[in-house]
Nanobody, 119 residues
Framework: QVQLVESGGGLVQAGGSLRLSCAAS????????MGWYRQAPGKQRELVAT???????NYIDSVEGRFTISRDNAKNTVFLEMNSLRPEDTAVYYC?????????????WGQGTQVTVSS
């Protein structure tokens, strides 16, 4: 099985920064897309950012210019640098990876890391 482990969440003041990390572990797999989702209490989970194996990135409008997603393919690790944080960014952030093993595709999810931005 492929497992994703996130780290880097915490409590920050508005305007502050956090860097999230997520490492994938396992055997005999190839990761295509990695990304980050988030879910605030009472709200639907939303996609925040994605990055392909080739480095192509995509962001939702609300984080464009503030968040940066990056990837270390050799380490199967994805990062999310979050700057100019706002209270609206408060949520549980989940790491995501789409990977292939043999002829099958799978989705893997981390357990989530809490990000809290105070006013």
């Amino acid at each position: 099985q492929v497992q994703l482990v996130e780290s880097g969440g915490g409590l920050v003041q508005a305007g502050g920064s956090l860097r999230l990390s997520c490492a994938a572990s396992g055997s005999s797999f190839s990761i295509n897309i990695m990304g980050w989702y988030r879910q605030a209490p009472g709200k639907q989970r939303e996609l925040v950012a994605t990055i392909t194996s080739g480095g192509r990135t995509n962001y939702i409008d609300s984080v464009e210019g503030r968040f940066t997603i990056s990837r270390d393919n050799a380490k199967n690790t994805v990062f999310l640098e979050m700057n100019s944080l706002r209270p609206e960014d408060t949520a549980v952030y989940y790491c995501y990876a789409q990977f292939r093993r043999a002829l099958q595709f799978y989705d893997a999810w981390g357990q989530g890391t809490q990000v809290t931005v105070s006013s």
